[in-house]
């Protein structure tokens, strides 16, 4: 009867050859009228007081002369070659609150989001994983039609991290993502003990496919003594040898047929620094295993506030001048250039694996504010100025302040959106500011006689100056702050305008009202990813005869100034590709992509997907394959299954 009572749907799709894909109020929401209570850290309403304008203060007008030829530039990065430069790291034990339920309720407002990123950039990558990794195990069945679920692991980790149950359809739920939009993602081997649980990699690369590029091995592992994953004495030589086992397991492993997509050591440069492990040889003996060499770091951490550790608990207010700095960014990226270095002699990607504005959560007033938002637009391009491949931002769920974005609460209406968070626009600029060529390399300009309240980059693409990246830190209503930059080019070819787009607030300190170029995504629970407003680029008009232009920057603010009137991201706004609700069952919204979108799902041609069976596991016998059923039928019988159950169980 069941089955009857959806057929009429099933059929629509047989005709129109579309499929659907549940999600827009996620079925990980409760129905309720109540207006919604913002509780968890992720909501917070704290607003901090912008630090003072600094005594003396920057001087508000600046020459800023540039040179057009890369070749001529000293100092300059590598290319930057990928997609977006800002991926996403999730914990494992928060995936159903950023990306869905399971493989058939995925977040629509999360895919709106990636595929900003995706128009811009090309690709995005996400790693799944983080401090529970190391306990996940991959179970059978979860009641309730759960994809995770959370035990105890026995942990005396600081964030106190819960043992991750997974089924199969973790797996699932990232290829049909990576089905709809071009993201790669990271995995992650647990590590707890060296009796090696390997299905995360078994599977991974059989669902996945091309999609999975890399698995980490070991997640800060110069605290695995700290927190007693290891006995006291573990040292890098230790950590050494048990990549080595580590690598003659998987080469053993008929099930794991790419045995050289690893990622490490991921030091924290908590009790190791990477310096310490590289001396153990573990470059030229484990480079040919590797996908990239990482490392994780945050600035600073709120453990003692979010986890009652007993140490003095930081006041948010008294460090918010820190991430106001230049200086601060240089000194978190410095420690790693020389690690960056030995990556590229080696031939391989360098990642900061895992990081955000501070460890166990981030900070009240900090991490969500339009200051935090101007911070990561500094350091990553300090991190790119210093050759990383990518920074992941880390996701840690509701009660975490710095997310990138973030679904309702569980106790909510379905009826809310989400919530932005202020480094999701840092992604973005970044996305924009090294495009899609493969090209962009960018430099730190010291300008302003190397104010670190006012710091400046120049990114070349193609051998040419492209852009002027443009940051003022300075809070000041009274507009004595803004500032004036003369920018002018050795060669003499000042274009008669140029064009800027602005990220803008009103303040270091407010979360609501950032704006990029005149867009925004909405306030507390009104987001669906989707741009809000008129896109506004601002005409500078130059001087060429004097061969300058006279870009202003409000206080606070950033520029990102195009120095090619053809360049394609001036015209950048809302992705072409939207998920947009297509209909609405009570509690349920869904969106329709073109099957051809899913001609490559789980990574595979479509010859090889045949043998896979269903992109839901256990929905079909794995001896029948896909030519039984129409494409994308299966991914639909089973979101009308489970947005059923949903309407049932909010009667």
Not at 378 to 391: E, H, V
Request: glycine fraction near 8%; aromatic fraction near 10%.
């Amino acid at each position: 009867m069941l089955l009857a009572a959806f057929a009429p749907l099933y059929l629509a799709v047989v005709v129109v050859a579309q499929v659907t894909v549940y999600g827009q109020a996620p079925l990980w929401q409760t129905a309720s009228a109540a207006t919604p209570t913002a509780s968890p850290n992720a909501y917070n309403n704290t607003i901090l007081t912008p630090p003072p304008v600094p005594s003396p203060p920057p001087a508000a007008n600046y020459n800023l002369p540039l040179l057009r030829a890369a070749t001529s530039v000293s100092n300059l990065s590598i290319p930057h070659v990928g997609g977006s430069f800002f991926g996403f790291s999730i914990e494992m034990s928060v995936i159903s609150q950023v990306l869905g339920k399971n493989s058939s309720l995925l977040g629509v407002p999360m895919l709106n989001l990636i595929s900003n990123l995706q128009e811009r950039s090309g690709s995005v990558v996400i790693r799944l994983g983080g401090n529970t990794q190391e306990f996940a195990a991959l179970v059978d069945h979860i009641d309730g039609g759960h994809t995770f679920a959370k035990v105890d692991s026995g942990s005396t980790q600081t964030t106190k991290t819960p043992a991750v149950l997974y089924t199969l359809d973790m797996f699932y739920m990232a290829s049909n993502i990576s089905s709809m939009l071009n993201v790669k993602w990271f995995l992650g081997i647990p590590f707890n003990d060296t009796n090696w649980r390997l299905e995360i990699a078994e599977y991974g690369q059989q669902i996945l496919g091309n999609n999975l590029l890399g698995l980490q091995a070991g997640n800060e592992p110069d605290f695995y003594a700290t927190f007693g994953r290891r006995n006291g004495s573990y040292q890098p030589q230790d950590y050494f040898n048990e990549i080595g086992n580590l690598i003659q397991t998987i080469e053993g492993n008929t099930k794991i047929p790419n045995k050289y997509m690893l990622i490490g050591p991921s030091v924290a440069t908590g009790p190791w620094t990477p310096e310490q492990v590289w001396a153990t040889g573990y470059i030229d003996a484990y480079k040919a295993n590797m996908y990239c060499f990482s490392v994780e770091h945050y600035p600073n951490n709120n453990c003692a506030a979010n986890f009652n550790t007993g140490q003095p608990i930081i006041d948010p207010q008294s460090i918010f001048g820190d991430y106001l700095n230049h200086g601060g960014v240089q000194n978190l990226v410095n420690p790693y250039i020389n690690s960056a270095n030995l990556a590229t002699a080696a031939g391989k990607p360098f990642i900061m694996f895992e990081t955000n504005t501070a460890s166990c959560g981030g900070f009240a007033g900090i991490s969500d504010s339009y200051g935090a938002s101007l911070w990561a637009i500094d350091y990553g391009f300090q991190m790119a100025f210093g050759n990383f491949t990518y920074a992941l931002l880390h996701f840690g769920g509701q009660n975490a302040f710095y997310n990138p974005f973030t679904a309702p609460p569980t106790n909510q209406s379905t009826f809310n959106e989400w919530t932005l968070g202020a480094v999701y626009y840092s992604a973005l600029v970044l996305a924009e500011a090294f495009g899609k060529t493969n090209t962009s390399q960018v430099v730190d300009l010291q300008a302003n006689a190397a104010s670190p309240y006012t710091p400046a980059y120049a990114i070349y693409e193609q051998g040419t100056l492209s852009k002027v990246a443009l940051i003022n830190y300075v809070s000041d209503t009274s507009g004595a702050s803004n500032l004036l930059v003369s920018v002018s080019v050795d060669t003499g070819s000042m274009p008669a305008s140029v064009q800027v787009k602005y990220l803008t607030s009103d303040s270091v300190s407010t979360k609501a009202n950032i704006a990029w170029a005149g867009q925004y995504f909405g306030g507390k629970f009104q987001v669906d990813g989707r741009f809000k407003g008129t896109l506004n680029v601002s005409t500078v008009n130059c001087d060429q005869t004097a061969n300058v232009c006279r870009i202003p920057v409000p206080s606070p603010g950033f520029a990102l100034v195009f120095m090619n009137p053809a360049d394609p991201m001036i015209a950048e706004s809302q992705a072409q590709k939207t998920f947009a609700t297509t209909a609405r069952t009570r509690t349920v919204n869904t969106i329709t992509v073109d099957p051809t979108v899913l001609a490559t799902s789980n990574g595979h041609s479509a010859d090889i997907r045949g043998s896979l069976g269903s992109t839901t596991h256990g929905s079909i016998s794995s001896t029948s394959g896909m030519n039984s059923l129409l494409p994308g039928a299966t991914v639909l019988l089973s979101a009308v299954l489970g947005a059923f159950v949903a309407m049932k169980g909010n009667d």
